[in-house]
């Protein structure tokens, strides 16, 4: 009788060759693409189909396998067999629910072992027969074999049929399919365009990797807090969550805890860190430990030092800060009148900044256009708040007031629609002192120092929801989001523009919303609208330089720098939130402690401009926040809803052309519940790349009212953002088949620069 090693089929004639097999069971059991594949019927309870060899064969000092390519997709209850059977029972491999079975059926059913299944190692299967003894064996290449199991020969082995099988153990409506290749003869390999591809996969990413490698990475330096106040030790420093004394200063063996988890980076001492009984958790502090195999590494960017904590930059951005919470309540809309007039708030504050607060950070000299503002292109023109976060899509197809023209602030969103205004919460005007937190030292203050978690008590106008039209609204905006939300909603709104009107939604005069784009593309893009430079005649982009490329960047560059940012946080500057800086002003006032504060500060609450709001409209001199629970439980510098916005932001320029005009700007009413014109004189200057970094800066510094980040948070952070997003681009320039392709973008310093082929290149100085 043959040995069981002389029978084989390779399958490569993609037909059942009937001299070798006959098909078992029901189902589907064919060659194609030269392998067999398998499909045991639906909905049929346990059902199968097979391959069964005609002949008997002789497994003794002889083996028989066969090759199981791994499925993408393997379904519960879908079984897969390698048998020898003859009339005393069966030997059996099995795929079964992930793992890999060994059994005999001589007696009844014995499982003998089993392992959970790899697609990598467990490839090829084999039955082998010697001196007596048989084999249960598998491999990742059919020629190293690891042995599952091993035993006496359970019975005759001179007289066996093979088969291949599929069955599945329940009725199903797919039961997926089953894989066989190279029965018996040799591993032929992949095809050679298979093999091809897969060695310059390996290389592109070997070359990124080399790019990643190639970077320089940065020393780390923090401003030295931790050690400039030796007899007040850590009073420069996050420590919200952690135990503090009764002035609120940090206890340094519970903050020596924290610093002991950062230097040894044992996930077990993070889990040891000295909290109060129940405190708020930390915030992630272990997120810029972990490697990333695109982008820069999370360690390889840095920010500068922060301000020291008895800098006059660090007072004067304070200064700015008293002044953003008395002026959450201003609508931006009336700034210029708001400037104007003797006495107001926002007089005296634009006063004390370019007074008392010279180097609180901001354009200099202060007026009603630039108050408050960011500092980078874009920022300081128009509204205060940037077009994406206003503007809805015109599509003359839906009815007028529901997103038919764009003062009406719905944004395009697939078949749905994502509405610009939001649920605030209620004002001063309505709250009086009430509106804002923490602003009692023992009672909240100190007990949220402590980990005392305030959050959900956010006191909300259900009246209507509004647009942004305040500082107030802003901090809002940003105190419930994932940052990436609104970037997002940029990106749709640009994708979903039509030709034509920005403003009215004209079907005499309007494009095909979401066809016809108002928004080009960046030049580099080689599927460029038609008719424009660049056109590709006969494509479309979508899984490259398409939709979904630029919605995956942006998700993908969100988290990358968020771990950049978190190692600043938590690895390198460690720097306290406003919040505390203002319990350590606080202490001071009201005697408990002494702290190096600057001069200016004390003196602006004591008989200076913010003498008249501290403590008589608080009871004390603590900054008011605009969330119950204040700050998050992580370290201020930098900032993450900066940091990630910058990033976003440089994705954005980098897709589109930044160039294009925004056109029909809107600013928000004062009460918030309609959008009107902005007939300014810059009005026909707003452009995508500016208003993009005008949303940039409008996520970062709407946590500046919130009372939960400094000025120099937001001016430090959108930079490191971009910085990761070029690293991310210049990785991916390297991946695409497509002829010329390449990003191109002004940074926030101004200067252009373009991505190519691994290689980022100044194109224009800043």
């Known amino acids: ?17 009937t001299s070798k097999w006959s098909v ?11 392998r067999l594949e398998l499909k045991p ?11 069964r060899s005609l002949s008997t064969y002789d497994l003794t000092s002889s083996s028989v396998k066969v090759e199981v390519p791994p499925a993408l997709s393997i379904p519960a209850g879908l079984y897969t067999h390698l048998i020898a059977s003859s009339s005393a029972g069966t030997l059996r491999i099995i795929r079964a629910n992930g793992e890999m079975q060994c059994r005999h059926t001589v007696g009844g059913t014995i499982i003998l072992a089993r392992v959970p299944y790899s697609p990598v190692h467990h490839r090829w299967w084999q039955l082998r027969e010697s001196a007596g003894i048989t084999y249960w064996e598998v491999s990742g290449d059919g020629q190293r074999w690891t042995t599952l199991f091993s035993m006496s020969n359970p019975m005759d082995l001179t007289a066996v049929r093979f088969e291949l099988q599929a069955n599945a153990t329940d009725p199903m409506p797919a039961p997926g399919v089953t894989i066989f290749d190279s029965f018996n003869t040799p591993a032929s390999g992949p095809a050679r365009r298979v093999e091809e591809r897969r060695l310059s996969a390996q290389a592109t990413r070997e070359r990124a990797a080399e790019l990643a490698a190639r970077r320089y990475h940065s020393e780390h330096a923090n401003n030295n807090d931790e050690v400039n106040y030796p007899d007040r030790p850590f009073i420069g420093n996050y420590s919200k969550g952690l135990k503090h004394c009764s002035c609120g200063d940090p206890e340094p063996i519970s903050y020596g805890t924290l610093l002991r988890a950062l230097e040894s980076r044992a996930p077990s001492d993070f889990e040891s860190i000295n909290q109060p009984e129940g405190a ?30 008895d800098s006059a930059q ?54 009603a256009q630039n108050v408050f503002r960011g500092i980078y292109p874009g920022e300081q023109a128009g509204p205060y708040v940037s077009q994406f976060l206003l503007k809805g899509n015109v599509d003359p197809r839906k009815p007028d007031g529901q997103g038919r023209d764009a003062a009406e602030g719905y944004i395009t969103f697939g078949s749905q629609v994502i509405d610009q205004r939001q649920w605030t919460v209620k004002g001063f005007p309505q709250l009086g002192a009430a509106a804002d937190y923490l602003t009692r030292f023992t009672e909240d203050w100190l007990p949220v120092q402590d980990g005392r978690d305030d959050r959900g008590a956010d006191q909300f106008d259900l009246t209507q929801r509004r647009f942004i039209r305040n500082l107030r609204d802003g901090a809002n905006f940003v105190h419930f989001d994932q940052v990436v939300n609104v970037w997002w909603n940029a ?23 979401q066809v016809d784009m108002e928004f080009s593309f960046n030049a580099g893009n080689p599927y460029d609208p038609p008719g424009t430079t660049g056109d590709a005649r006969r494509q479309v982009g979508f899984a490259t330089f398409g939709p979904v490329h630029l919605l995956q960047v942006l998700i993908e560059v969100a988290g990358r720098t968020g771990r950049a940012v978190w190692w600043q946080k938590w690895g390198v500057h460690r720097r306290l939130r406003p919040e505390e800086y203002g319990g350590r002003v606080d202490s001071q006032f009201n005697n408990r402690r002494t702290y190096p504060l600057h001069t200016s500060i004390i003196t602006s609450l004591s008989t200076g401009g913010l003498a008249p709001y501290f403590p008589e409209r608080y009871g004390s001199y603590l900054l008011p926040q605009a969330y119950p629970e204040g700050c998050p439980t992580h370290p201020s510098y930098g900032a993450g809803h900066a940091s990630i916005s910058g990033a976003c932001a440089t994705i954005l320029k980098a897709f589109f052309d930044e160039r294009a005009l925004i056109e029909a700007p809107v600013i928000s009413s004062a009460d918030g519940l309609s959008l009107v014109p902005y007939t300014g004189t810059d009005a026909g200057q707003l452009t995508v790349g500016g208003e993009l970094n005008k949303l940039a800066g409008n996520i970062a510094i709407f946590r500046n009212a919130a009372g939960v980040h400094w000025r120099s948070d937001y001016t430090e952070s959108l930079p490191l953002g971009e910085a990761v997003a070029i690293g991310l681009l210049q990785e991916m320039s390297i991946t695409f088949n497509e002829d010329d392709a390449f990003f191109q973008l002004t940074k926030f310093d101004g200067s252009t620069i373009r991505i190519y082929d691994g290689i980022v290149e100044q194109i224009s100085p800043a």
Do not use: C
Not at 41 to 51: E, M, Q, S
Not at 290 to 309: E, K, S
Not at 491 to 513: C, D, I, K, M, V
């Open 491 to 513: 990106a749709f709104y640009l994708l979903s523009e039509p030709r034509g009107n920005q403003n009215l939604g004209n079907a005499a005069g309007t494009g095909r919303p």
């Open 280 to 309: 708020k958790k930390l915030t992630n502090p272990q997120a810029g430990l972990a490697f990333d195999v695109a982008g820069p590494d999370a360690q390889a960017l840095t920010q500068p030092p922060a301000p020291r904590f």
């Open 24 to 34: 078992s069971g029901s189902g589907e059991a064919r060659e194609t693409n030269q």
């Open 1 to 17: 009788m043959a040995k069981a090693h002389t029978f084989s089929d390779n399958f490569n004639d993609n037909t059942m060759d």
């Open 41 to 51: 019927p639906p909905h049929t309870n346990d059902a199968f189909v097979g391959y």
């Open 314 to 367: 660090t007072a004067a951005e304070m200064g700015e800060l008293y002044w953003m919470a008395l002026a959450r309540d201003v609508p931006f809309i009336n700034y210029a009148t708001e400037a104007g007039t003797a006495g107001s708030i926002l007089a005296r504050a634009i006063s004390s900044l370019n007074t008392e607060f010279p180097l609180f950070g901001g354009t200099a000299p202060v007026t």
